[in-house]
């Protein structure tokens, strides 16, 4: 029961830290993202390029967000799976031992 809990949080905290730092990375990309759409909007010279600039951003950013957080969930599934592996591994055993003189 020790180690498994033990490897429980080991490897929650790993995909903590783990997720926490693509988020980060995300976030930092996103801002640079925006400071650079906001220099390109600043030299704009017609209202047409403005809101081309403008569309064009907006598409990034959300397919940019979108792509993300399918990433991120797709981190966090398999954070919760490997969690819970160790766990599963224990009660397979149990199970096993509790039939194992049924059958025989």
């Known amino acids: 029961s020790d180690v498994c809990s033990s490897d429980l949080s080991t490897v929650v ?4 830290e783990t997720f926490g ?5 995300f976030a930092q990309a996103a801002v640079e993202q925006n400071v650079a759409a906001i220099q390109s909007l600043v030299a704009a010279k017609t209202l047409k390029e403005v809101v081309d600039l403008q569309n064009d951003w907006a598409k990034k950013a959300f ?7 399918a990433r991120l969930s797709e981190m966090g599934v398999k954070t919760a799976n490997d969690a819970f592996e160790p766990i599963k591994a224990r009660v397979n055993v149990s199970v096993e031992k509790l039939f194992k003189p049924a059958a025989a």
């Open 63 to 69: 397919d940019s967000a979108v792509a993300e957080s």
């Open 13 to 16: 905290v790993k995909g903590a």
């Open 21 to 25: 730092k693509e988020w980060m990375g």
